[in-house]
């Protein structure tokens, strides 16, 4: 496997990255390139990177945990525990709302509100004045700040930051050693910097203590994310046998909640996990990528296996962790990864259908119509980007340019309201809430 990742990582300029696996019990691990260019540290199996997003399903587990001891209810409202929490909207949002990307909640500004053990809450206090895209289980739309909540949630009913809290019941009952969200811990291990496609060292050190349980602090190896996976994989008990999770919260992880509109990132949403089918086999996971680097994990119940990926070149992440994924799942599993659908520009397009504004709190879509189709402009911080939609059929396009989706190459997709007209338009995961008309 050593040479099979030093192949995919040189052809798409990773700078360093780890892999492994646990199928039937039986670990595999591989590593290649360096951890750090300007230093000559070599990637080994205890090396940290920063994992991102994935960090959600650590998240979703302290919650379904904490509902697991009978101290909170996954369909009463959020206000019962947080009843400052007063955002617009949230009176109908449940804790399973949170944890499946159905709370109708705004994805949130990306912003650093400080080292303190409230800085969570603060985060929260950001999202007063943001409206939300959906009203709480009528739609997805993939939010960081459902996900802050839900750890603002964890802090108040166990009395611990969300760093104690993960280590305290989940970390440590799991066996997980090298997983660590602060960073007065990181200098007791290996460390990865986050890299550009040229293998420069990217500075500074991206840590938001605030959007934490979302994905902006947690450190952790491919062979730490493989073990967790085992937990949602061996009914809620990890490798060495300790119970983490009860078996009907593992059973939570499973069950689909909603439907992605948008279905190249993935297909249905469940409390923590996305879930995909490959092959006819129903696949669960989660990615993530924020500037020091990217990782995704995988759990395939009816193979027995786990799969997880780290880099620490966050623009090549996802490429890498789909060409790694493919070779092995072909290799070890038996299983065919879906390849890409691609555009069919003989589809008809109404434009009308889809045209207007769109917004997020810190980005405007204004979609318009262009000769045979559509195209759509997404400004953002001063900057502005112009990408055609190219048609796939049920309202879902691909965009021209990649760019559009950041680090994710991904399909987007409008929901349509009663009225035949689109409500909502999906970048892939994120969603935004129409605005208006163009001219309005």
């Given at each position: 496997?050593?040479?099979?990742?030093?192949?995919?990582?040189?052809?798409?300029?990773?700078?360093?990255?780890?892999?492994?696996?646990?199928?039937?019990?039986?670990?595999?691990?591989?590593?290649?390139?360096?951890?750090?260019?300007e230093?000559?540290?070599?990637?080994?199996?205890?090396?940290?990177?920063?994992?991102?997003?994935?960090?959600?399903?650590?998240?979703?587990?302290?919650?379904?945990?904490?509902?697991?001891?009978?101290?909170?209810?996954?369909?009463?409202?959020?206000?019962?525990?947080?009843?400052?929490?007063?955002?617009?909207?949230?009176?109908?949002?449940?804790?399973?709302?949170?944890?499946s990307?159905?709370?109708?909640?705004?994805n949130?500004?990306?912003?650093?509100?400080?080292?303190?053990?409230?800085?969570?809450?603060?985060y929260?206090?950001?999202?007063?004045?943001?409206?939300?895209?959906?009203?709480p289980g009528?739609g997805?739309?993939y939010?960081?700040?459902?996900?802050?909540v839900?750890?603002?949630l964890?802090?108040?009913?166990t009395?611990?930051?969300?760093?104690?809290?993960?280590?305290?019941?989940?970390?440590?009952?799991?066996g997980?050693?090298?997983?660590?969200s602060l960073p007065?811990?990181?200098?007791y291990?290996r460390?990865?910097?986050?890299?550009?496609?040229?293998?420069?060292v990217?500075?500074?050190?991206?840590?938001?203590?605030?959007?934490?349980?979302?994905?902006?602090?947690?450190?952790?190896?491919?062979?730490?994310?493989?073990?967790?996976?085992?937990?949602m994989?061996?009914?809620?008990?990890?490798?060495?046998?300790?119970?983490?999770?009860?078996?009907?919260?593992?059973?939570?992880?499973r069950?689909p909640?909603?439907?992605v509109?948008?279905?190249?990132?993935?297909e249905?949403?469940?409390?923590?996990?996305?879930?995909?089918?490959?092959?006819?086999?129903?696949?669960?996971?989660?990615g993530?990528?924020?500037l020091?680097?990217?990782?995704?994990?995988?759990?395939i119940?009816?193979?027995?296996?786990t799969?997880?990926?780290?880099?620490?070149?966050?623009?090549?992440?996802?490429?890498?962790?789909?060409?790694?994924?493919?070779?092995?799942?072909?290799?070890?599993?038996?299983?065919?990864?879906?390849?890409?659908?691609e555009p069919?520009?003989?589809?008809?397009?109404?434009?009308?259908?889809?045209?207007?504004?769109?917004?997020?709190?810190?980005?405007?879509?204004?979609?318009?119509?262009?000769?045979?189709?559509?195209?759509?402009?997404?400004?953002s911080?001063?900057?502005?980007l112009?990408?055609d939609?190219?048609p796939?059929?049920?309202?879902?396009?691909?965009?021209?340019d990649?760019?559009?989706?950041?680090?994710?190459?991904?399909d987007?997709?409008?929901?349509?309201?009663?009225?035949?007209?689109?409500?909502?338009?999906?970048?892939?995961?994120?969603?935004?809430?129409?605005?208006?008309d163009?001219?309005g």
């Open positions: 496997m050593d040479e099979l990742l030093a192949e995919i990582a040189a052809r798409l300029n990773v700078t360093g990255a780890q892999l492994a696996m646990i199928v039937d019990g039986r670990p595999v691990e591989a590593v290649a390139g360096v951890a750090n260019t230093l000559g540290t070599p990637v080994t199996p205890d090396t940290l990177f920063q994992i991102g997003s994935t960090t959600k399903l650590h998240t979703a587990a302290l919650v379904l945990g904490l509902a697991d001891a009978g101290l909170v209810d996954l369909d009463r409202p959020v206000l019962d525990h947080l009843p400052e929490l007063r955002l617009p909207g949230s009176e109908a949002v449940t804790p399973r709302h949170l944890l990307m159905t709370s109708g909640l705004d949130g500004p990306y912003a650093d509100t400080g080292r303190g053990d409230d800085c969570v809450a603060r929260a206090e950001l999202l007063r004045e943001i409206p939300p895209v959906f009203a009528t997805f739309g939010s960081n700040a459902s996900t802050v839900s750890g603002l964890v802090e108040r009913i009395g611990l930051t969300w760093d104690d809290a993960l280590q305290k019941r989940l970390a440590g009952p799991a997980l050693a090298h997983t660590v007065e811990e990181l200098p291990h460390l990865a910097a986050g890299h550009d496609p040229g293998g420069k990217v500075r500074p050190w991206v840590f938001s203590r605030g959007l934490g349980p979302s994905g902006s602090t947690l450190c952790s190896t491919a062979a730490d994310l493989a073990r967790f996976g085992q937990v994989l061996e009914h809620g008990t990890a490798a060495g046998g300790a119970r983490v999770l009860s078996r009907e919260a593992v059973e939570t992880m069950t909640h909603v439907e509109e948008a279905r190249w990132f993935a249905q949403w469940c409390a923590g996990p996305y879930r995909k089918v490959w092959d006819g086999v129903a696949v669960y996971g989660h993530g990528t924020n020091g680097g990217s990782s995704t994990l995988v759990w119940p009816e193979r027995n296996a799969v997880a990926v780290t880099v620490n070149t966050p623009s090549r992440g996802y490429p890498f962790a789909d060409a790694v994924l493919t070779a092995v799942c072909a290799e070890v599993l038996g299983l065919t990864v879906p390849v890409r659908s069919d520009p003989g589809l008809p397009v109404d434009a009308a259908l889809y045209t207007g504004v769109y917004e997020t709190c810190d980005t405007r879509y204004e979609v318009r119509e262009r000769p045979g189709g559509i195209a759509v402009t997404a400004r911080g001063g900057e502005s112009t990408s939609l190219l796939l059929g049920d309202h879902r396009f691909w965009p021209a990649d760019r559009l989706g950041g680090m994710h190459r991904w987007v997709a409008f929901v349509l309201g009663e009225d035949g007209r689109a409500v909502r338009f999906l970048n892939g995961a994120f969603a935004a809430r129409r605005r208006g163009l001219n």
